[in-house]
């Protein structure tokens, strides 16, 4: 559904895991419990009016909209990727610092719609709604764009369109929703430049972080799979098949993006979607498919098949180690002919196929 991230779940990423958990326990909780709603409302008023300054860290942690909480933890576990690839620390970090930067950005947006407006902004939407969207900074700026097909021929759909789609969704869950999307990003576009020297100043501290890991991390940290157990031949092959997209966790981003690019100046096929430009006939695999007929060699067909995927030798060794995985021979040799023989990249899309 998501951009690439690997298929390891919450695996080494404890702090998305703990908000997740925590955080959704507390929305259920105050969704069954609603005469307590009123401590966690992110009223801008009471706070400036009445100095409750304890309502600015309560009203900007747990969501009261059930529909709001479950499109930020949608975004939440697919930022994860940024846990991984960093440290916690860094990006606790990142979320410490764009939380707080966020918070004064509210205060200045609201004042300046009052001003432009004559309106007065009392009441925004509460959660951790501006450190999410603050995280779509890095994820515009690192993640790689690779297209996935195309609707009516013109339309292009990515591997990040759907987060982009969860995030609009989000953005129009509310009125003054809005008001907490740019709070985000120019929070997240500040601390992601270290503008300022902000990641100089807002940062978690080494013993924070260090008691973070004694005493939270295992309760929130998640086991590695394993082949060790033997847990039968259907479950060691999907263990094996998840090790696997570990190790191309963080090598596929590029090589995705650049194949993508290479591929984009072939002709498209034809059809209103096209689920793909490398791998025609790998969306049809199985067993009961119909022999493919020879053809006469006086009939060319130069818009169905590149001569790469008809004459290019492939290694007995890859085609081996891929059935070892569990796929066919006929889809492993379809697979590393249209990759030009990158074991990467033809294990990486039969693992999603």
Not at 127 to 138: D, H, I, N, T, Y
Request: aromatic residues 10%.
């Amino acid at each position: 559904m998501f951009t690439t991230t690997g298929s390891r779940g919450l695996y080494k990423a404890p702090l998305s895991k703990g908000l997740l958990l925590v955080l959704n326990g507390m929305t259920l909780m105050l969704t069954l419990l609603p005469q307590y709603q009123g401590l966690f409302v992110y009223n801008l008023h009471t706070i400036t009016q009445h100095h409750q300054l304890w309502r600015l860290l309560c009203g900007r942690l747990v969501c009261l909209d059930v529909k709001d909480c479950f499109c930020s933890s949608l975004l939440i576990y697919n930022f994860r990727i940024f846990e991984r690839r960093f440290g916690t620390r860094k990006f606790a970090s990142f979320l410490l610092g764009t939380w707080c930067l966020s918070a004064l950005i509210d205060f200045l947006l609201a004042q300046s719609f009052q001003f432009l407006f004559d309106y007065e902004v009392e009441e925004l939407p509460a959660g951790l709604l501006a450190p999410v969207f603050s995280l779509f900074v890095p994820f515009y700026l690192s993640i790689p764009r690779m297209p996935v097909t195309q609707v009516l021929g013109h339309i292009h759909i990515t591997n990040k369109t759907l987060v982009y789609i969860v995030g609009l969704q989000l953005l129009t869950s509310s009125p003054f929703m809005w008001l907490l999307s740019f709070s985000g990003l120019i929070s997240g576009g500040l601390y992601h430049s270290n503008a300022l020297r902000l990641q100089k100043l807002l940062f978690v501290p080494m013993w924070v972080s260090r008691v973070g890991r004694y005493i939270l991390e295992p309760l929130f940290s998640s086991s590695q799979p394993t082949s060790e157990t033997p847990v039968g031949m259907g479950a060691t092959l999907d263990i094996q098949r998840q090790q696997r997209m570990d190790l191309l966790d963080q090598q596929l981003l590029l090589a995705q993006y650049n194949d993508a690019r290479r591929n984009a100046r072939h002709q498209p096929q034809a059809g209103l979607l096209q689920w793909t430009r490398l791998f025609p006939s790998l969306r049809h695999r199985g067993q009961n498919r119909p022999q493919m007929q020879p053809r006469p060699q006086g009939q060319t067909h130069p818009h169905t098949q590149s001569p790469l995927l008809d004459n290019s030798p492939v290694a007995e060794e890859q085609v081996a180690l891929l059935v070892e995985m569990g796929f066919s021979r006929i889809d492993a040799l379809e697979a590393l002919r249209a990759s030009n023989n990158d074991i990467n990249m033809a294990t990486n899309f039969l693992l999603q196929h």
